[in-house]
């Protein structure tokens, strides 16, 4: 059973990529459905087996490397972190699966796209199920391989070509830094997989490592670049970049790679590595910085976007903040009850835009839509509780997990935890205020469109309605059911797959902090929604105002541009390495030393000095008696000056001066036979 969740949607991918052209596009629309369905109940009875009955279960299928100390099994490890990421990735890729076989029913190449989509999920599978760090890091790359594939799926429009590109080079930068912490952990630890790693860690706390010439802390190092990995993957602030580009893919690989998956394997990473952060405070620290600026970062760029999908990607942007700053603050459980509830709501949210945007004719400016309530009276619907859920309305999911990560940041008690106390807040804010400047925008304004295109606008088929309808179920009551369970005092869930000391235990804290600090992110949420909607229901004009005043135009340039990064990358960063390597790299270094100095230099210049003694045999004897004249006095000169000096000289020196002096005569000689 368990080898089978991993290896359907393999089986789905072969199939239907390689016999597509024979299943046709509704063959491979069923089989790639029906073996994802199946993936996901098998996955249910995994989660119940493992985490209810708590029963963890370790597979070793085969050796892979067995290289003296490197000893790296296909091992699978089912914990009850592996399982809920089971459940999740399963259940939405099973309906984003459904949903696709709809929404892409025009393509021509939808055998292939089906197949992407499952290939994509059994490499999440890989990830989530490892036991070491090798094999997760297969999964690690193969999810980005199919990000860019899926991403680019529709190759001949140049920006989805620039976006998987984009997606491809920021999360090898992440990439990079997590093979370095890997290999790091091997030299030290001798060992990759995670039962080793994890006993050993407490033993190296005192450890240093040499880092570019530096000393510094073992676990803080590996710490770190784990870390790096995680900032890629997750487009937290600094390489975040690549996630609202990433949404020039269909809509359904939005809503499975970018939502709800692929984006919340650095999340999965840096809880699944929690016996190594927890003894790296310096480390904790940092990420729950990073995080509460990403979740405030991303919040204010969504304010002024006017693509409907670029709405929700910085959104997700800004909830992946809140689940890293969570799992800084030592409350990994937290943090991963977060990425399992805005898996549910953010993927409907993805998918009710999808089908808002099938309904306008593949129009995504919602300055262009409006008046779409009683056209698309369905997906209006599931937009909203998609929407409320984001916002963390009360008695939604959102509600549960949301309001607890801020609950347990104040109640830490330290500089960090009240930093991301405060950002966390005001992110909220800006989360409810463009959730509902999205709403207003799309379904309550006036028309804005071409007639043509809103007057045929009409809800989507069944497939796409059922996907909804499933999603929106879970996005109401999954928080409110497994609260107690997950991340409930007392609870046991988790087990010991994740570590926390009980020095960084703050639920109880958490729990008792003042009534005021725990109300005011649910009055500032709805305080957001109230503002937005009475902005732009009443004082449209006033908007307008602000938006053309003085600090008004450089305010909303500076978030339009958000925050300049990309222009900081594209016109300082990513310009100087294209200077470097013309001018460098590729003319001084490849076309210049290389060549100098390697078989074309070397070929080239014996072929020059064989041509120049060539030019020597003049044919007069009086040149020959002068030659042998020369050599003569050169090495009785040579042997006198090495009885003189030989002593204090080394040879080799000696050697190379006498080469030198030989090639310098010759060509002396040749100079002045060319003469005139």
Not at 379 to 400: D, K, N, Q, R, W
Not at 432 to 439: E, G, I, M, Q
Request: glycine letters at 8%.
């Amino acid at each position: 059973m368990y080898l089978l969740i991993i290896f359907l949607p393999l089986l789905s991918s072969l199939i239907s990529g390689l016999f597509g052209r024979y299943l046709g596009p509704k063959g491979s629309s069923i089989l790639t459905v029906s073996f994802l369905i199946l993936t996901f109940f098998l996955s249910l009875f995994s989660f119940y087996e493992v985490a209810m009955l708590n029963c963890p279960t370790y597979i070793k299928l085969i050796s892979w490397i067995d290289s003296e100390l490197l000893n790296i099994d296909w091992g699978f490890l089912f914990d009850s972190l592996t399982v809920t990421m089971c459940c999740v990735v399963s259940f939405v890729s099973s309906l984003v699966h459904l949903y696709s076989t709809e929404y892409m029913s025009h393509d021509p190449h939808l055998s292939r796209f089906m197949s992407y989509l499952s290939l994509f999920t059994f490499f999440m599978m890989i990830l989530v199920t490892a036991d070491n760090y090798v094999q997760m890091f297969v999964g690690w790359e193969g999810v980005g391989l199919c990000s860019y594939l899926l991403i680019n799926f529709w190759f001949t429009r140049i920006q989805a070509n620039k976006a998987a590109i984009k997606a491809m080079v920021l999360n090898r930068i992440g990439d990079f830094g997590l093979v370095i912490g890997i290999l790091i952990m091997f030299v030290n630890y001798k060992a990759v997989d995670y039962a080793t790693v994890f006993a050993l860690t407490p033993l190296f706390t005192l450890e240093t490592f040499s880092f570019l010439n530096l000393e510094v802390n073992l676990i803080t190092l590996i710490g770190f670049f784990i870390l790096v990995g995680a900032i890629g993957k997750s487009a937290q602030l600094g390489l975040h970049t690549w996630l609202p580009d990433a949404m020039e893919g269909p809509t359904p690989v939005s809503a499975l790679i970018h939502a709800a998956t692929m984006v919340t394997a650095g999340v999965f990473l840096i809880a699944r590595s929690s016996p190594i952060y927890e003894y790296t405070p310096i480390v904790l620290n940092y990420i729950t910085i990073l995080g509460a600026l990403t979740a405030f970062f991303a919040g204010t760029i969504g304010l002024v976007q006017n693509d409907l999908k670029r709405v929700i990607a910085y959104s997700t942007c800004s909830q992946l903040g809140y689940m890293v700053f969570a799992c800084g603050l030592s409350n990994y459980t937290v943090g991963v009850f977060h990425l399992v509830n805005h898996a549910f709501f953010k993927a409907l949210l993805f998918l009710g835009a999808g089908s808002v945007i099938h309904a306008v004719s593949d129009e995504q400016d919602m300055r262009k839509m409006g008046g779409l309530k009683s056209l698309v009276p369905f997906t209006y619907s599931m937009m909203i509780i998609g929407s409320l859920a984001l916002i963390g309305f009360p008695f939604l999911t959102g509600f549960y997990s949301k309001d607890v990560i801020l609950e347990v940041s104040y109640g830490k008690y330290t500089t960090a935890g009240h930093f991301s106390y405060i950002l966390g807040s005001i992110g909220a804010f800006c989360t409810a205020f463009y959730s509902t400047r999205l709403v207003y925008l799309t379904f309550l304004a006036k028309p804005n469109g071409y007639k043509k295109v809103i007057c045929q606008a009409y809800d989507s088929s069944y497939q796409i309605c059922i996907a909804l309808a499933i999603l929106s179920i879970p996005s109401i009551f999954i928080g409110f059911y497994t609260k107690d369970m997950i991340i409930g005092l007392g609870s046991d869930f988790w087990g010991n797959s994740i570590l926390v000391l009980p020095e960084n235990m703050n639920m109880v804290d958490a729990e008792f902090i003042p009534t005021k600090f725990k109300l005011l992110p649910v009055f500032l949420s709805l305080l957001g929604t109230f503002v937005a909607f009475i902005l732009y229901v009443t004082s449209s004009k006033f908007i307008f105002l602000i938006k053309f005043s003085v600090l008004g135009k450089k305010f909303y340039n500076f978030l339009n541009k958000k925050w300049f990064f990309d222009k900081v990358y594209n016109e300082y960063i990513g310009q100087f390495f294209f200077n470097f390597g013309y001018t460098i790299s590729y003319k001084v270094i490849d076309r210049g030393i290389f060549e100098i100095f390697g078989p074309m230099g070397l070929s080239s210049s014996i072929t020059k000095k064989a041509s120049s003694l060539n030019n020597l045999q003049s044919g007069y004897i009086y040149h020959y008696t002068f030659l042998m004249l020369i050599g003569t006095t050169l090495l009785l000169g040579m042997r006198q000056f090495w009885l003189v000096v030989g002593e204090y000289t080394d040879y080799r020196i000696f050697i190379i001066f006498i080469i030198s002096s030989m090639f310098y005569l010759v060509q002396q000689i040749i100079n002045n036979k060319n003469k005139p």
